[in-house]
């Protein structure tokens, strides 16, 4: 009977995920099903082919191009996002909490409009340019090339870098440092030696956050590429809204860029072996 | 044929579906509900002391409407045919109607109900989509032209040509969709709109790479930003659109090139299988009433169909050559029809081609 007693709690704990596995289930297990039912199957017909993926195989240089850009834009992420949250994690509390706002606060607006004003200030004739041409400086080509898809990645999911960075660098106590620096060690090395191997588990976090949004994004490439530097994202949009209705292909591709996604983040992932607890998702 | 401001139009939406949500909660009445799915910013709503027409039809036929909106053609197809929604009334374009038409899922309109459909003119009265109108009745219409800026253009542009002219490069737009961007160079190059024959569209296919040596914007919405702020100084567009950017910027004309054009038709039609067939007709014939249709066009800027709003709007409209085009220009202009499923296959791989490369 006492060992009954002492489970309770524990079935009861059990009991309290039940709304988040019924939404897992309804809404990621069942629709992942879907995703692949369509793809091994010759839509309208139930009959499985693997047809589908060979229609994604002339697609290879486009898959390409969404991982180079992504892979840059999550490198910018790093490179901006890692001092950026060491900086915040020495801060007051008063001034993390100050910082966090102020990173958080681009988010309150909608990721579609925000996208659009960057549109309006690359322009030929956008506000940049316009500045510039008051210095007689420019016109620049900005809007309508990598370089601006890669901005728009970057601008967009930099917080996602951030956050989890900060979260884990806030943890790393000052005397940790202190202790590094009494020890001999200069800025180099207590950078190489301490902040970054205990920050690691926020670096994967941090780079899952953003190149997985990144490498899938479709209104980012066309609103800030011109249309003409199609990612993966929009060809799969292509394959529902476009003039053919593909839900076969679509999948097929869908499914082929989360299994390089999976393969990408295990090998991300071996470098973050036991610390988790840096992990928001 | 309508995508002005999509970005509007996405929020809009998603506030029209949230309404429509709590609005079932609510009505436990036994008013009938009438589904409307229409291009967005496409029915006079009341704003600005317009009519609101939805509202007008509720009161004198007690019954609820739940509208919806959407931004393509494609986009409301892929939702009627996954059965994820149900709609009463659509309002889709030509040659998607002849591709419902073909696959069953219009309901014939009942012409003793739509009495108002007489006021149609005459060319309206039978199209190349729906012989006899069978399955639809015209609710507006309009051509597809080139948009320019007359600071930046020399002269008048006759030709699609001109968007390939590399005195614009990096100044020109073009659609991003394929069955408009492929209706230009088939123009260009003296085939029919519809063709279905593969070495044509290979040609269109190659005259479109051959664009990217004057760097195009691939645009749909954008296009009213870009053009208004002279961003661009040339782009082809839908001749309603035209006159809403040039109200925004005087600089900009329209014109229908001497190769021809599209012209298009989008009309209502009844959903297969509705439960509300004798509704939806009256909803119909109410959208073709006088009053209703004049406040519609009104509010939208495309052309009418019927004849009697025609003849009742502002001297200044009706005498508008990019509202209203002569008949001159009109025998320039084809309708879409729908293609088949692999010509459309064929066109889509040429276009992904195209702008993925």
């Known amino acids: 009977m006492a060992e009954q007693t002492r489970h309770r709690p524990f079935d009861m704990a059990k009991l309290t995920s039940v709304p988040y596995l019924v939404w897992m289930l309804l809404f990621t297990i069942v629709p992942l099903g879907m995703v692949v039912w369509y793809a091994f199957t010759a839509y309208p017909n139930t009959d499985f082919t693997l047809q589908n993926f060979a229609g994604v195989l002339k697609y290879g240089k486009t898959f390409w191009k969404s991982i180079y850009l992504s892979l840059i ?50 322009e030929n004739e956008g506000l940049i340019n316009k500045f510039l041409g008051l210095f007689g400086i420019g016109p620049f080509q900005m809007i309508n090339t990598q370089g601006a898809i890669v901005l728009g990645m ?24 202190e202790a590094a620096q009494d ?17 690691v588990p926020g670096i994967v976090t941090g780079i899952t ?28 949009e292509q394959q529902f809204l476009g003039s053919v209705y593909n839900p076969g292909v679509g999948s097929a591709m869908s499914l082929i860029l989360m299994v390089m996604i999976l393969l990408i983040m295990g090998v991300i992932n071996r470098f973050d072996s036991d610390e988790m607890e840096g992990m928001l998702v | ?46 704003q600005d002391d317009t009519l609101d027409v939805i509202e007008m039809f509720e009161e004198e036929f007690n019954c609820n409407v739940q509208y919806d909106t959407f931004s393509t053609n494609e986009e409301m197809y892929t939702k009627l045919a996954s059965g994820s929604v149900e709609y009463d009334i659509i309002i889709p374009s030509d040659y998607m109607i002849s591709k419902m038409i073909n696959e069953d899922m219009l309901e014939p309109i009942d012409y003793d109900v739509v009495t108002n459909a007489a006021n149609l003119m005459e060319r309206f009265k039978t199209t190349d989509y729906d012989p006899g109108n069978a399955y639809s009745v015209p609710y507006t219409w309009g051509t597809v032209g080139l ?22 490069t990096g100044k020109i737009l073009m659609f991003l969709n394929n069955r408009d961007a492929f209706g230009i160079a088939e123009k260009l190059l003296g085939y029919s709109q519809n063709s279905t024959n593969a070495d044509e569209i290979q040609a269109c296919a190659d005259l479109l790479k051959d664009q990217k040596k004057v760097k195009p914007n691939y645009v749909m919405d954008e296009i009213f930003d870009k053009m208004e702020i002279g961003e661009a100084a040339l782009a082809p567009y839908y001749a ?85 085009p002569d008949d001159e220009v009109l025998s320039r202009c084809e309708s879409f029809v729908v293609l088949p499923d692999d010509t ?9 081609e195209i702008i993925a490369e």
């Open chain 1, 73 to 122: 834009a999550t490198v910018v992420c790093l490179i901006v996002g890692f001092p950026m949250g060491f900086i915040m994690s020495r801060m007051s509390e008063r001034g993390q909490r100050t910082m966090q706002m102020l990173i958080m606060l681009p988010m309150w607006m909608s990721f579609l409009l925000r996208t659009y004003a960057w549109m309006t200030l690359l």
């Open chain 1, 154 to 177: 970057v601008y967009n999911y930099l917080p996602y870098m951030i956050l989890p960075l900060y979260s884990v660098m806030v943890k790393i106590d000052q005397s940790v440092i």
């Open chain 1, 183 to 199: 020890l001999g060690a200069d800025g180099f090395h207590v950078l190489i030696r301490v902040i970054l191997p205990l920050a």
């Open chain 1, 209 to 236: 956050m953003v190149f997985v949004p990144s490498v899938s994004t479709f209104i980012i490439s066309r609103m800030l590429g011109g249309g003409s530097n199609l990612l993966i994202g929009d060809l799969i």
């Open chain 2, 1 to 46: 044929m309508k995508r002005k401001l999509s970005l509007l139009l996405a929020v809009l939406t998603a506030a029209s579906a949230a309404a429509a949500f709590s609005s079932c909660g609510s009505s436990s009445s036994a008013k009938p509900t009438l589904k409307v799915f229409n291009w967005g910013e496409y029915i006079s709503d009341g």
């Open chain 2, 147 to 168: 948009i320019y800026n007359t600071t930046m253009v020399e002269g008048t542009p006759t030709s699609w040509s001109a968007l390939w002219d590399e005195n614009y």
């Open chain 2, 240 to 324: 309603g659109d035209a006159v809403t950017m040039i109200s925004e910027n005087p600089d900009l004309a329209f014109v229908v090139p001497e190769e021809g054009s599209n012209v298009f038709i989008d009309a209502m039609c009844i959903v297969k299988g509705t439960e509300q067939y004798e509704l939806a007709n009256q909803f119909i014939n109410f959208m073709c009433r006088d009053d209703v249709a004049q406040a519609n066009i009104e509010y939208i800027c495309y052309s009418t169909p019927l004849q009697t709003v025609y003849d009742n709007l502002d001297e200044e409209i009706r005498s508008n050559e990019i509202i209203y």
């Open chain 2, 344 to 352: 459309n296959q064929l066109i889509q791989d040429l276009w992904n």
